[in-house]
């Protein structure tokens, strides 16, 4: 393990002393997410149930007297720009999180001005964790703490989705941007996309005897940003189809009702929405009642819905799920956008060793990369740190 993932803070804070030559004002931390279940449901004013992860960004941050912004990233290398010169299709790579982040809270909050930076994360990148959040919301702290700005966590993280919609041009919804402000350690987060209302709802897999464990496939097929928009496309055509402002505000039964109207592929992306939804109500009502060990059928139909209704699926995701269920697992889907990434399994602490090699072994028989495979423990969203 390297020292900036053993002690994140010292080791951005040392980068920060040895490359601007004096003292940050401040550390800030923001963690990855996985989702629990709700997945493409938050473009369509829908319910998801994210947990934050011990994985994060670190940003150690000072202002500057002029508006530039020097950002330095431990994995990346070095970018400076002007913030003046931050708008949408004008940064590339990296510094379109950061960067954005900054131009983002400009246009909420102003004056922001420049900054000295240095990041370090160790969420693995396209991943499907959200590492481009756990950036984008760090940034945002650090510059809201150091220029003034919204104190309401819905603000932020509206702020940071602005930066990744407009700035580093992904179509994404609110879920990632609000996991990263508002999880809470324990706890899953219940969001009702459409008001931005949240339920922290207890979730401990240890006390139910369980562990939640991420099998990062570590494939991000390239298929993912079109299909993406692609998908969001076709909900917002369903739902001007049935005449509702989102899909959220139809059932199975309206979905069913207009199959010839919507036509065959649009009417499963729709049933997709509407039984994904109704999944996360049933869940969250197990958790509240301390069911956790009962929610297994619901994360396993999400995968199937996601797969073939909604077709974002993979081979590695798809294999990971069955590996892990046939393993013992009590439920398994894939977690966030799809074509690759993560896929999640709920498995009893006793049999977390043999899903774990019945996952690897599978990906072997297949010819696939070897999946990393670790617990998610439900941690606290971002904070200042220093
Ligand atoms: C990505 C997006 C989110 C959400 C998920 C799918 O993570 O950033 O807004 O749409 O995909 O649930």
Known sequence: MHAEQRDPAAAVRRAFADRFGRRPEGIWAAPARVNLIGEHTDYNDGFVLPLAIDRRAVVAAARRPDDVLRLLSLQKGEEQLHLRDVRPGRVHGWAAYPAGAVWSLAQDSPPVGGLDLVLTSDVPIGSGLSSSAAVECATVLAAR????????????????????????GVPCGIMDQMASVACTAGRAMLLDTRSLATEQVAFDPAAAGLVLLVVDTRVSHSLADGAYAERRTACEQAARVLGVPALRDVTEADVDAARDRLGEVRHRRARHVVTENARVLAVVELLRRGRLDAIGPALTASHASLRDDYEVSAAELDTAVEAALAAGALGARMTGAGFGGCALALVPAGAARTVTRAVQARFAEHGFRPPAVFPAHPTDGATRLA
């Open 145 to 168: 703490d150091l220029y003034g700005g919204p104190d309401q966590p819905e603000r932020l993280a509206l702020v940071a989705q602005r930066a990744e919609n407009e700035i580093v």
